[in-house]
């Protein structure tokens, strides 16, 4: 059992604070992701539950055991680096070896746990090479292997795949997914990247200067966006925000058009679909086309209402042009709404 | 090594580039000359028999005779000054690393209160000459009975290499990068066993040069020794003492010994003394 408790972790460097108060339970074998924009906290806070950073206050628990006082090697993790960290000195078999040395292991359950470990990274062949000689991608598969082979209660990633290409970046991210869940351990890994986050995690933290705005699962995040925030952060491209003006007490008016909403006290709310909610049907917002992008699968249209960026993901089929009046329905139950005034996300 | 050239603008006259050139290049043999014949001189005379130094007119390439060599090594005085030099470069080796790799490790890894002070006093050590302070150094040490001694002399020594070997360890460790240490960390090393099973092997040449830049320093150094030391002088205090008394063949042979050991020792850790002044070592 390795469930994750971080109880209201703060950490100010001099007068910036970096983390208000943070409040997070990883369940065992759980797979969370940290997303945010860099210098949003997401790195501090993983760097906390590491101890390689000491938070001003908060405790974090690991296993049913606090945690924050112990320096990194009593804290039953490993961690995977950005910048891979594999040690340049060492062969690929002593790197991979370094940690099961250090806990003094016998001679022949290093050497059965270093092949185990490389072969389900693919790297086998590599063992007796030094960190010169390999690739990006396999520098990153023998730090994933280094922290595979120490049999950690947790993992922890900061962006491992942010230094690889693209292509390298796609096949990483499966492959880990896959090695990952057949270990069973509890993973926090970070990222900045939302497609990286959408397709690897279970659940995940939005972050957002020092808070976590929502923590839930991918899909429950990307529809349901507890703030603003996220769903401007989450989604390519993100999602629309109009405002609303009140009509009558449940229904709103947006660009021109009346919409059943939230009931509430305020004169001025927001309202906010995802570009591919919307259909050109009559009845809905009035909008007037900038720029037509066809992307294959769906073509993009970008549109002016009432003097806002309006995105739309419609039908390749669509034939509109630059200039076109189109009416782009929402779908009923896609339509969000959020306060103005705190950002958060009105029902 | 092109923005010399690429600097005049590219609209200027083909014969005002080609003057630029030629200057650029008079400066650079100008430069070398000024380096290298002395080093030259003292080569071709130091490897000439005692009758060819005094004789004239000189040949272009040295007889390789070791006449002169011979004589100077048999001198009396000369096996235990050159003992001395050595025992007082080790020690001056020995301290200098000792206080000065911690201090480049805290000023790479440690943000702490001073920091920016820390390393410009130790800059400004260097800006103290050595005869200011060297009379009462002598007082004290004859105090403190460290005056004569090999270690006295080095404690001096220490103090002019230190700032070097805490500027090249500084760059050295912060050129290896802290994840490194983070990472070993993480996977059950101690502070002190990540520094010493990561950090060390890594910084293990540089430190090394760091050293043998150290001892070419005590090697070299001439005002305290002979200040500070009576009976037991280090070579260099030795020949000033007693080379301006004797013949042309016996001066040459000795600083050939005083300059040919600094000469290597600097060309063999040379790419990272470069990387102290910032320059970018390929």
Wanted: glycine fraction near 6%; proline fraction near 6%.
């Amino acid at each position: 059992m390795a469930e994750i408790q971080i109880k209201k972790v703060a950490k100010r460097f001099g007068s910036f604070t970096a983390l208000h108060q943070v409040d997070l339970t990883i369940s065992d074998q759980e797979f969370m992701v940290l997303l945010g924009a860099s210098g949003c906290g997401k790195t501090t806070l993983l760097r906390i539950v590491a101890g390689l950073e000491t938070p001003s206050e908060g405790e974090v628990w690991i296993g049913g055991r606090r945690i924050d006082h112990l320096p990194p090697r009593e804290r039953g993790i490993a961690m995977v680096f950005q910048n891979y960290a594999v040690f340049p000195h060492l062969t690929v078999f002593e790197n991979i070896a370094f940690g099961l040395r250090m806990k003094k292991l016998p001679q022949a359950d290093v050497e059965k746990r270093v092949r185990r470990t490389a072969e389900l990274m693919h790297i086998e062949q590599l063992l007796y090479r030094y960190s010169g000689q390999l690739s990006g991608g396999q520098r990153q598969r023998v730090a994933v292997a280094r922290a595979l082979a120490m049999e950690p209660d947790v993992i922890l990633m900061d962006e491992p795949l942010s230094n690889l290409d693209a292509l390298l970046r796609l096949e990483m991210r499966a492959e880990l997914k896959g090695v990952l869940a057949a270990s069973k351990t509890t993973t926090i890994y970070v990222t900045h990247d939302q497609v990286e986050a959408m397709s690897l995690a279970d659940r995940i933290a939005v972050m957002h200067q020092g808070r976590i705005v929502q923590a839930a699962s991918p899909v429950e995040v990307y529809r349901n966006p507890a703030a603003r925030f996220v769903g401007s952060f989450i989604g390519n491209p993100p999602m629309n925000f109009i405002p609303a003006t009140k009509a009558t007490n449940g229904s709103w008016t947006v660009a021109g058009m009346t919409v059943h909403g939230p009931k509430s006290d305020k004169r001025q709310i927001e309202f906010a679909i995802r570009p591919e909610d919307l259909d050109i049907s009559p009845g809905g917002i009035d909008a007037t086309v900038r720029v037509v992008e066809p992307l294959g699968a769906h073509t993009l249209v970008t549109a002016d209402v009432e003097g806002k960026l309006f995105r739309a993901v419609l039908d390749s089929t669509t034939e509109a042009k630059t200039g076109d009046r189109l009416s782009l329905k929402p779908k009923p139950d896609r339509v969000r709404w959020f306060d103005p005034e705190t950002n958060a996300a009105l029902n | 090594m092109t923005a010399v050239t690429s600097d005049a603008p590219a609209t200027a006259y083909p014969e005002v580039r080609k003057a630029r050139n030629w200057l650029l290049i008079a400066i650079v043999v100008v430069l070398c000359v000024w380096v290298l014949l002395p080093i030259y001189l003292l080569l071709v005379n130091a490897l000439s028999s005692p009758n060819e130094v005094t004789g004239f007119p000189k040949r272009f390439w040295p007889s390789f005779d070791t006449g002169s060599l011979a004589f100077f090594v048999n001198f009396a005085g000369v096996a235990k000054a050159l003992w001395n030099s050595v025992l007082v470069a080790v020690f001056t080796m020995i301290m200098s690393i000792g206080i000065g790799a911690p201090a480049g490790y805290a000023l790479s890894r440690f943000d702490f209160p001073g920091k920016e002070a820390f390393r410009f006093l130790v800059l400004m050590t260097r800006a103290f000459p050595l005869p200011l302070l060297a009379l009462p150094l002598a007082v004290m040490f004859i105090r403190t009975g460290l005056d004569d001694t090999a270690f006295g002399l080095a404690i001096v020594h220490t103090t002019l290499a230190l700032p070097f070997a805490v500027l090249i360890t500084f760059s050295l460790f912060s050129g290896i990068p802290v994840e490194l240490e983070e990472a070993a960390w993480t996977l059950g090393c101690t502070r002190f066993q990540a520094f010493w099973k990561v950090v060390m092997p890594l910084a293990l040449p540089g430190i090394a040069a760091s050293a043998v830049f150290a001892f070419t320093i005590s090697w070299n150094e001439v005002f305290a020794a002979a200040v500070l030391t009576i009976e037991n002088r280090t070579l260099t205090a030795f020949l000033l003492q007693s080379l301006n008394v004797s013949p042309l063949y016996l001066k040459f042979a000795g600083g050939f010994a005083l300059v040919v050991p600094a000469l290597i020792f600097i060309f063999a850790v040379r790419k990272y003394l470069f990387a102290m002044w910032g320059i970018a070592n390929r």
